[in-house]
């Protein structure tokens, strides 16, 4: 078994080790959903997941969310689940602190390629599928 199975993550400490923006990590799984994080900052790109809900919780800073017909803005603490299937893309001025709960079969921008897309073994990394 996995010796993380067994100890605690910081998710804000394990974001604040991230070097690139945009460059999801995955830091741990439960059942079939990765727990992710994130440092965010300027604009993302527009996408959508077409199968799965969307997790944002803001551990540090504050992060927009936007919709097609809305904004959602958040600040530390705060939790914003985009459903499936609806097009939003976050921006966030100064950079943020963020953990994602998204199910493991979740593409990084959805259907859209772009040079900000990061494969679900990228985000993996070295240490691989923390459940295993």
């Known amino acids: 078994m996995s010796k993380s199975r067994y100890t605690a993550i910081n998710l804000e400490r394990e974001a604040h080790k991230l070097d690139a923006h945009w460059s999801p990590k995955v830091v741990g799984r439960v059942n079939d959903q990765y727990v992710k994080v994130a440092k965010l900052k300027g604009d993302f790109v527009w996408h959508k997941h077409d ?48 953990a994602l709960i998204e199910p493991m079969t979740t593409e990084h921008t959805g259907g859209v390629v772009t040079p900000k897309t990061k494969s679900i073994s990228d985000q993996l990394g070295e240490a691989g599928d923390p459940a295993e």
């Open 51 to 98: 199968a799965e809900d969307e997790m944002f919780l803001v551990l540090s800073g504050s992060l927009k969310i936007e919709h097609e017909d809305h904004v959602v803005e958040l600040q530390q603490g705060d939790v914003h689940i985009v459903p499936r299937g609806v097009l939003h893309k976050p921006v966030c001025k100064s950079e943020c602190l963020v």
